[in-house]
């Protein structure tokens, strides 16, 4: 069980290039994602490999999220857990621990992956970017990020059609946990109160 919880942590940092001659146009998908997508909806599947390439048990779930900063990761299997943040307070609901935690979205998101996937600045000035070959069909870069107390060595995100479709990310453990999203709908009408959360009754709420 704390592997699991540790991927599930790992999915609230959350919880998201080729060679150089395609540098410019894996940047620009990621860019062209950042300016034009300002929500969307999907699915996700992760897991996470030790640094001796033990898997952990995989997790799948929703996701939707809204700029800036808003966003919901649902993990719906192996068991339930959700992250919600509603671009100011970002909450982390685990039902069989009957706790809710919170903490500032800033100080949640501001150099991790999900800045890059939920938010609306400038990539560059959080983390360094550098294109990757392309393999399995997308376009790859890696960001690393300026901060040394971001809890994560570097993140790979694979683009295709304007859209991630693959986030690898190596932590400060040495684990990899890979997450795959699919069936992402770009600028859906989303809820009035889709990223609006209140502790259920009779849980612990431990503010960071």
């Known amino acids: 069980m704390p592997g699991l919880r540790r991927l599930a942590a790992t999915a609230a940092l959350l919880v998201l290039c080729p060679m150089a001659a395609l540098a410019a146009d894996a940047r620009a998908q990621l860019k062209s994602f950042v300016a034009e ?10 897991a996470t490999t030790g640094p ?21 990761w649902a993990v719906s299997q192996p068991y339930e857990q959700l992250v919600v943040s509603d671009g100011q307070q970002l909450y982390q609901y685990d039902p069989d621990l009957a706790q809710v935690t919170t903490r500032k979205v800033d100080q949640a998101i501001g150099t991790s992956p999900a800045a890059i996937l939920f938010g609306s600045g400038n990539l560059e000035q959080a983390f360094q970017v550098a294109p990757l070959p392309a393999r399995d069909g997308l376009e790859w870069l ?14 790979d995100i694979g683009m295709k059609d ?3 479709v693959r986030v690898e990310l190596l932590d400060a453990f040495g684990q990899t946990t890979r997450v795959e999203l699919s069936n992402i709908q770009a600028n859906p009408a989303l809820p009035a109160g889709e990223f609006r959360f209140t502790p259920p009754a009779g849980v612990d709420v431990v503010k960071m």
Request: net charge positive; hydrophobic share 30%.
């Open 52 to 72: 001796q390439g033990s898997p952990q048990r995989p997790q799948s779930g929703t996701f939707a999220f809204q700029r800036p900063g808003k966003f919901k």
């Open 142 to 155: 890696r960001a690393k990020p300026r901060n040394a107390d971001a809890g994560f060595a570097q993140v």
């Open 37 to 46: 997508v300002k929500s969307a909806t999907g699915s996700f599947t992760q």
């Open 162 to 164: 304007n859209l991630p």
